[in-house]
C-alpha cells in the first residue's frame, strides 16, 4: 500500500481534530465543510481535492479510527476457556474504543445521511472473528457458515456498544460483559460443537 504523504496526512489530522472541537458543541448536522475548514485552517479547495462532502469526510473519519482499534495480541487458542477470556478482551477493548471517541461515533447518530459507524465497525468486528475461526481446520465441517456466524454476534455485540456509548455509560464495562456473557457462551459453545477448540496442558 503507498504510503499516504506527509502533507495529506498532516490535513487529513488537521481536519479531524477541527471536526472534533466543533462536535463538542454541536451537531454534525449543523456544521459546513465551511466551518470545519475555517476551524481547521485548511482552504475548501483542499478539502473537495480528497472529499466529495462532509459525508464523505466523516466516513474516512470513522474508517481512519476504526483501523487503530486493537483486539490485542492475536494468539493461538486452545481451550474453551481461552476462546471466551478472547472475546471478553475483544469487546472490552472495543467499548475503550468507542467510549474515547463519542463525539465522533454518536454525533451523527440521527442524521439518516451520514455514514454509519455501527456498519463500519461491526464488518472490523466480523472481519476479525471470521479470520479467528477460518484459522481453525477443525471447522472446515462449517466453513460456508462462518461468515454468518461472524456478522451474527458481530452485530448483536455492536449493537449492544452502540447503545451503550450513546446513554453515557448506562452501566460499567465489567457489568456490560456480565450482561452479555451468555451470547458469548452459546458463541463459544457452538464453535466447541464442532471440536473447534480442544483442552489441553498448552492452552492459553
Request: net charge neutral; glycine share 4%; with cysteine.
Amino acid at each position: 500500500m503507498k504510503k499516504m504523504d506527509v502533507r495529506v496526512k498532516k490535513t487529513y489530522t488537521m481536519l479531524s481534530d477541527a471536526l472534533l472541537r466543533l462536535l463538542k458543541e454541536r451537531s454534525f448536522a449543523d456544521l459546513t465543510v465551511l466551518e470545519i475548514c475555517d476551524e481547521a485552517n485548511v482552504h475548501r479547495a483542499t478539502f473537495y481535492k480528497h472529499f466529495v462532502d462532509k459525508y464523505d469526510f466523516l466516513d474516512s473519519c470513522f474508517r481512519a479510527k476504526i483501523a487503530e482499534l486493537s483486539f490485542g495480541k492475536a494468539e493461538v487458542i486452545r481451550s474453551p476457556e481461552g476462546l471466551k477470556r478472547h472475546i471478553n478482551r475483544m469487546i472490552s477493548n472495543v467499548l475503550l474504543f468507542v467510549d474515547r471517541n463519542k463525539e465522533l461515533f454518536f454525533s451523527v447518530s440521527s442524521d439518516k445521511y451520514a455514514s454509519s459507524f455501527n456498519d463500519i465497525l461491526s464488518n472490523a468486528v466480523a472481519n476479525y472473528i471470521e479470520e479467528r475461526l477460518y484459522a481453525r481446520a477443525e471447522l472446515k465441517e462449517i466453513s460456508s457458515q462462518i461468515p454468518l456466524i461472524s456478522n451474527y454476534y458481530a452485530g448483536a455485540i455492536v449493537g449492544l456498544i452502540k447503545w451503550w456509548g450513546k446513554e453515557e455509560n448506562p452501566c460499567t464495562i465489567q457489568e456490560f460483559l456480565s450482561f452479555i456473557q451468555p451470547k458469548i457462551q452459546e458463541f463459544c459453545d457452538y464453535i466447541i460443537s464442532y471440536g473447534g477448540y480442544m483442552d489441553g496442558p498448552s492452552a492459553s
